[in-house]
């Protein structure tokens, strides 16, 4: 177990080392904090008028969830570049020898890369989560919202993860890692657009979808075939990777 | 009668196969390796030496055959046998952004080696290897040598009984070559090592056995003492304007055999470091048998290496290992 830790800091420690996850930071916090400023905005706009509500929406549903479901959406785009990288750039650099002359196991590996981006993804959320919390400076929020929301987002965050590692140990490319994974996050986050019109169709592609299971969490509601969703998707994933990197051992 | 030593095999390669689609890269390659060896693996480009060492390494799984290391088997223990070898790839497995030190510190982790042992295992290693103060040094900003001895460091650092070295002074400067050779011995010494090179004199100078690879299987293999006795025991090569009897030339002393090769050539065969050459060079001028050519015929590594590589259909041949 220890091997792992080893993988999956040496991943992180790199993963920082490269400008790219800098700028990924930069970038995604800038296009955030701009939704959430426009958001609290128009809040303030409103919040006149919805004093004089009974059981009026919140802050924390105008401004907080909305930014945490858009976030996802930016992260669509965002970490399939975070993700690329960690096995078709060490097969394109060579250095996966070192990985597989060492004692250490394919799982061991495919899960020390996944814990060292995912170590990543859990900076980004918690750069995200610093603006909502810092509405706890003049007001209240519904904690409890905003926890089911990071969580929701985390999830979110893993499962993308995942599908990248897959994608990533596929190719020697980073950049055609980017792509592919981009392509699939893309369609399962959409897969529910078509079939609306046919009863069980839509039904089943609806299960199937990222945005839908997510769109429960930021509302609040955790339920465990949402968590068991993102769970066995990112171990489906992972596994696969595992299976990929035996593949090639066996077949060269 | 000399005791026979105790060989304590630390390697050992049997009948491997691997095909690459319809290709076939190793066809029954049979390996054995001690401690205190420090075999060579010559080969042509593609004669498959490269796939070998991964199959060896388990960086490649083998169509056919097993590999044991230290006496764990490579595919039912292979947590074990792979904690007993260390590999430099042809090439490096660098993480350019990181320091020697940084790097150094993740790989003897990955080899399993204790938290609190490890500043200890990477000072040694790098000793070894020339590389005291390069710690804090960018791996990226090291010129070609270094960035070598930091994949040696790499290779030693969990102290393997087996290191396996894939042409590692390619691209070295003469100074480095020289210390990289000299640590190879050294490594010879309480490792058992494989050097991979197509570098002939390397082979003559470092290692203690040779085996010659083409078309995935082993075509020579030989101890280098024996071999060193097979190339020096020599020939004269002769040609003479007016050619005696070959009785004659037989009886010159120190000649042991004469074979002639026609046009008033011959080849005199002599014992090892008695040549004859003065003797056979009277003799003819004594005889009156105009004598054109004296050249001593030395077979060198490379020309048995190239013998075997270049035929048509290599006969497989084994000598004394």
Known sequence: ?252 | MIPVMEREVLLRAEGLYRWYGERCAVAGLDLELARGDVLGLLGPNGAGKTTTLHMLTGNLAPSAGRVTVAGHDLLDAPRAAKAAIGYLPEQPPLYRELTVGEYLRYCARLNGIARARVGEAVRRAMARCGLEGMERRLIGNLSKGYQQRVGIAQAIIHVPPVVILDEPTVGLDPIQIREIRELVRELGRDHAVILSTHILPEVQMVCSRVEIIHRGRIVWSAAMDALERELAAGALLVRLARPPAPEALAGIPGVEAVEPLGEGRFRLRHAAGASPAEAVAEAAVRGGWGLLELTPERRSLEQVFVELTTAEEPGARREAA
């Open chain 1, 1 to 252: 177990m220890g091997v792992v830790w080893t993988i999956a800091a040496r991943e992180l420690r790199s993963l920082f080392l490269s400008p790219l996850a800098w700028t990924v930071l930069g970038v995604v916090q800038l296009i955030l904090a701009y939704l959430f400023l426009a958001q609290l905005d128009s809040y303030m706009q409103f919040a006149a008028q919805l004093a004089l509500l009974e059981n009026a929406p919140g802050v924390t549903d105008i401004v907080v969830s909305p930014v945490i479901g858009d976030a996802a959406v930016v992260l669509l785009l965002a970490s399939p570049l975070v993700t690329m990288r960690l096995l078709a750039e060490e097969r394109r650099a060579r250095t996966l020898p070192l990985l597989y002359t060492a004692p250490v196991s394919m799982t061991e590996i495919v899960a020390g890369k996944y814990l060292g981006v995912m170590g990543f993804m859990l900076v980004l959320v918690g750069l995200i989560a610093l603006m909502p919390l810092s509405l706890l400076a003049g007001g209240s929020l519904d904690l409890g919202k905003l926890a089911a929301g990071l969580l929701g987002l985390t999830l979110v965050l893993g499962a993308f993860a995942a599908a990248g590692l897959f994608m990533s140990s596929l190719t020697a490319q980073p950049v055609v890692a980017a792509v592919s994974t981009f392509g699939l996050l893309l369609l399962v986050w959409i897969i529910d657009w078509a079939g609306a019109s046919r009863e069980g169709l839509g039904d089943a592609l609806a299960r199937l979808s990222l945005l839908r299971h997510y769109e429960n969490l930021v509302k609040g509601i955790v339920s465990t075939a949402d968590l068991a969703y993102y769970l066995l998707f990112i171990l489906f994933f992972l596994g696969l990777a595992v299976r990929r990197l035996d593949a090639e051992r066996m077949g060269g």
